[in-house]
Structure formats: structure tokens, C-alpha cells
């Protein structure tokens, strides 16, 4: 019995201001199941990042939540109040790490006092005993693959990779069981890159999380840790599957180019076969086309791409959720 | 027999911070290797290695503390700067911090004139030429202001602007990590393009600086593995890549995210 943590229902949000109105998401559907890991991919500006600032249900302030909803745990993000998920979702429930959020460590605060500093702003108040506090979060940060001393230390003194396990030690603090981790790797070398991602398989096997979300725009690395994977293309998603049908077999004629473009290493010898670019650049999100968002660059388009945008159709040999009209027939 | 055109003898750089208790940085340690005319070289290592001050020190906008580097059989910096730049012209990271907002696109072209109009008599054709070569229109590009057009595009025209020079080298520095990966394999081809050279030009020898293992392995022909501003391991892309040597390079090339295989995470 599978059980949803994240159900998202036609979620839309808008950047609104002087510069005219961005559908940065516009109508995305998803449920993300207990115990996934969910790679959420697609090139830059097609709204990853604006998607997972609307799971959290706080967005910035630019970003308008225009219609739709996400439900965390069968509990509506929208429908509550703002103190409420900052009080009781985020980090007790749901756990979010920002891009490059480890440049937010305080340069002039010693990763402690930062702690206490965070602990403060969650809890309300300041712990009352300190050190034993203090003990608790440098066992978890054991967990991590952190030494105690990194607490005395100042963000100056520590590498990227560290830094990125100390503000995913913070977000984790309280057990979240729902984790959704933003580029979290892309700064990094491929060294690091790798610990990264061992640490949180690590996470996830002894229970500190259960679900993860992982927005990167990296394939290679989404396959290392993934088992399901949407790809997103202009504020919407084109393909949901497993992680193991993106990569081998691929529906949408997007994920399809995609996948042709990407330069990966190849352990087994030289990458033979040539890598193709998608010609054309995104559609500008000020005013999206009214069809398929994806028909001005793809190579199998049909007269009626230009002006419906495709519903999802399951294709039949793969029973993979396709937003493209090449399926429909498939899919009756 | 390929011809060599750039060797690089015991260069070292060492950056020296702090006045009285001075504190020594070494970027680029011993570091010997050759370029031969027609080929990519690939330049792979991770963050701090020293991949970039080689760069620089090729492109002379640092001077060696130690070491050799000779272009064509003379020391490069005995060579007069002009006559330098318009055999060797570098490609950078951020295509959009390179353009000046203000201007137009042509403006940044058209400088390019000021300094050498080596067998250029119509200008107009010269930028058609190299522009189509990077598989640009004239017409998307030239009138246009940089914010107009796509990092990938303007990336392209960095290109062309350093092939207005007719250069016999280039020296990309991470060309690709700022492009979104759609555009960035139409980089790639044409960095082969490129090496291949056309009927009417000769092939351009490129020295390709990536931290991504899978470009170097797709573009390039020998590959240089650094670490820590030392070359630990140099030779042919494929040999390397299947069978490494050092450690290091092994090391490497099991961390390197591959969508061919899957770690085995505990």
C-alpha cells in the first residue's frame, strides 16, 4: 500500500511585477509517495526551483500562488495559516534546503551559534539548558559524517561540501520526514558530490527521512540516487516514470532530445555516438504559447500541438504518463 | 607527424599573500606537457587544481614564477603582444558577464577590426562568415543588445569573435558550465567542428578545461588529469579513461556520476 505525503492538484504560480506576470509553474500535477526519491529535472527557467517554493508554502515575495493546491501529509498548504507552517510543517514535516544555501551560514557566527540561533527562530524560545542542546545536534551531525568540532568552527573554515552538510544537518534537525533537497550537489566536485549523496541514501536507511525530493538539472547524478523521475519543461512537466525509463527509454520527444544532449561519462569506453543539441531556446514564460509548450523545438510535432496543450496520456507499452498528443491514440 | 605548437616546460605559479609573514599558494606545480597542431586537449580536475592559472598563463595574463612556455618554438612572452593574441585567443566561463549592457552586440565585434583586420576587406562579410561558422544568423544577433539573446547564443558569439582573429589556438576555460545542457552538446560539436577545420580554413588546436569528465571524454583526444596544481596523469583520452593509472584518476572516475551504471550505496 503506497501512501501519498505530497499530492499537488493544478498547482499554478506566478511572478508578478513591473516586468509583467512570469507563469513560471503553471498547472502541475503530482503526487509523490512515501519512502520515493523523486528527481524533479529540466533545463534552467522551467521552474524547478519555483516548484519546490511553492511545495513549502511560504513563497517568496514576488511569487504569487495562483490556483491549486499541495497537500503535505492530507493537510492543505494553502489553506492554512502562514504561522502554522512555519511552525509546524516546515522542518517538523518537511525539510527544505534552497539552492546554494550554504552561502546563508552567518560569515561572522560560529556554526553554534548559528544552530541556536535557527533552534530559536523554530522553537520560540532559546533552549534553556545549551550544551546539552548543543550535544544532542552534534550526535545528529555524527550521522551526517560531521565532526563535533565543526560546532567551534566559523563557516570560513569549512569546505563546500561541509557546509552543505551542516545546513542539511540543520534542516533535518527535527526528523523531517519529508526532505526536498535543491541543487544540493551542483557547486560541488564530483568527490564531494558523491559523499553528498551517500549521506543522504545514509538518511533516508536510518529513518531521519523517509521521502526525498531532488531538484537538479544534473541526469547523471538524479540516476545515482533516484527511483522515480519527472521532467519538467516550461512551467510544466512533460513525463513522469522511473528513473530507469528516462534514462532508457525516454517517451516525450523532450526528454528524448534531452537525453541525446547530454555529454556523460561513459566508464565502459569512448562516448561514440554523436551528441545532438535541441535547437531553439525555451519559450519566453511572459506569455507562453497557447499549445505545446515544447512545439516550436520538436522534431515530431502535429498540427494540433500548436494549439492544445496535450492532457497526460499513458502510453501502453510502458504505462508511462506522457503530456504529448503522439500518445493519444495509445492511450484510448 | 603532427606538428607541436604549444610546449609548456616545469611551469610553476605561486601566489605569494601577506608581507611579513608571507604565505606561499602554489596554483601550478611542475607542470610539462605539449599541444600538437589539429587537437583538443582536455584539461580535467576538480575545483583549486590549477586548471584555470594554466589557462592564464597561456593567455599571458599572469606570469609564470618558474618555467617555460613555448608557442610555435618561442617563448611566448618574447613574442610582441599582438602578434600573440592574434594566434591565441581564449574562450571563457560567463558569456554574460563578458558583454558590456550598453552596447549593442556589434559593438564588442567590431573591436575586433580596431586590432586586426588580418585579410579582412569587407567587414559586413567577415562577421557573416564567422557567425554562420558558430551557427548563428547574422540577423537574430547583430542590432541586438546582449539581454536579448540566449547564453548559449551569446557564448557562440564569444566564439566568433575569437575566430574573427583567425586563431590557430583556443583556450577554452569552461566554456560549457554556464549553458543550459540543451545548447551545451551543440558547444561541444562545434569545438570538434572546429578541430577539424573546413577546405578553405586549417583546423584549430583547442585546449578544453572542464571539470566534467563526460565532455572531456566525448571531445577530446588526450586529456590531462590534475590535482592540486600537479598533472598526475596524461595520455590518450580513451586509455586513460578505461584504464588509469594513478589513484588519483581512479579515484576520480568512480565518484563521476554516469548514467551507464549506478553506485553501489550502502
Known sequence: MTEEVIKIEDLKGYYRGSFGIVHAVDGVSLSVNKGDIMGIAGESGCGKTTLAELITGRPIKLLQHEGGQVYVNDLSMYGVDEEVIRKEILCKVMGYVPQASQNSLNPVKKIRNFILDAMRERVGTKPKNKEKVLNQVAEHFKKLGLEKSVMDKYPHELSGGMKQRVVIGISTLWNPLILILDEPTSALDVTTQQLLIETFTHLKKIGIVETILFISHDIPVLAQICNTCVIMYAGRIVEKASMDD???????????????????????????????????????????????RFYPRCSSRLEKCKENYPPFFISRTESIPVACWLYEEVGD | ??????????????????????????????????????????????????????????????????????????????????????????I??????????????????????????????????????????????????????????????????????????????????????????????????????????????????????????????????????????SIVEQGLTEEVFLNPDHPYTKNLLACCPSIYRKWELD
Do not use: W
Open chain 2, 1 to 90: 607527424m603532427k606538428k607541436e605548437i604549444l610546449k609548456i616546460q616545469n611551469l610553476t605559479k605561486t601566489y605569494t599573500s601577506g608581507l611579513i609573514r608571507a604565505k606561499e599558494t602554489i596554483a601550478v606545480k611542475n607542470a610539462s606537457f605539449k599541444l600538437y597542431s589539429g587537437e583538443i586537449l582536455s584539461l580535467v580536475g576538480e575545483s583549486g587544481s590549477g586548471k584555470t592559472t594554466i589557462a592564464n598563463l597561456i593567455l599571458r595574463f599572469i606570469q609564470p614564477t618558474e618555467g617555460e612556455i613555448f608557442y610555435e618554438g618561442k617563448e611566448i612572452h618574447d613574442i610582441p603582444t599582438k602578434d600573440y593574441y592574434l594566434n591565441v585567443q581564449g
Open chain 1, 246 to 292: 528516462i534514462i532508457n527509454n525516454p517517451q516525450h520527444p523532450y526528454t528524448k532530445m534531452l537525453m541525446c544532449s547530454i555529454a556523460c561519462f561513459n566508464p565502459d569506453g569512448s562516448a561514440e555516438t554523436k551528441l545532438e543539441g535541441i535547437p531553439g531556446i525555451p519559450p519566453d514564460l511572459k506569455s507562453p504559447p497557447k499549445g505545446c
Open chain 2, 92 to 229: 571563457f566561463q560567463d558569456p554574460y558577464s563578458s558583454f558590456n549592457y550598453f552596447y549593442r552586440i556589434d559593438h564588442m565585434l567590431n573591436q575586433v577590426f580596431r586590432y586586426s583586420l588580418k585579410g579582412i576587406t569587407n567587414k559586413r562579410k567577415a562577421l557573416e562568415s564567422a557567425l554562420s561558422i558558430v551557427g548563428l544568423n547574422t540577423d537574430d544577433i547583430l542590432g541586438r543588445f546582449p539581454h536579448q539573446i540566449s547564453g548559449g547564443q551569446l557564448q557562440r558569439v564569444l566564439i566568433a569573435r575569437a575566430l574573427l582573429f583567425k586563431p590557430k589556438l583556443i583556450i577554452a576555460d569552461e566554456p560549457t558550465s554556464m549553458i543550459d545542457s540543451s545548447s551545451r552538446a551543440d558547444i561541444l560539436n562545434l569545438f570538434k567542428e572546429l578541430k577539424e577545420g573546413t577546405t578553405n580554413t586549417e583546423g584549430i588546436s583547442i585546449i578544453f578545461i572542464s571539470h566534467d569528465i563526460g565532455q572531456a571524454q566525448y571531445i577530446s583526444e588526450r586529456v590531462l588529469i590534475m590535482k592540486e596544481g
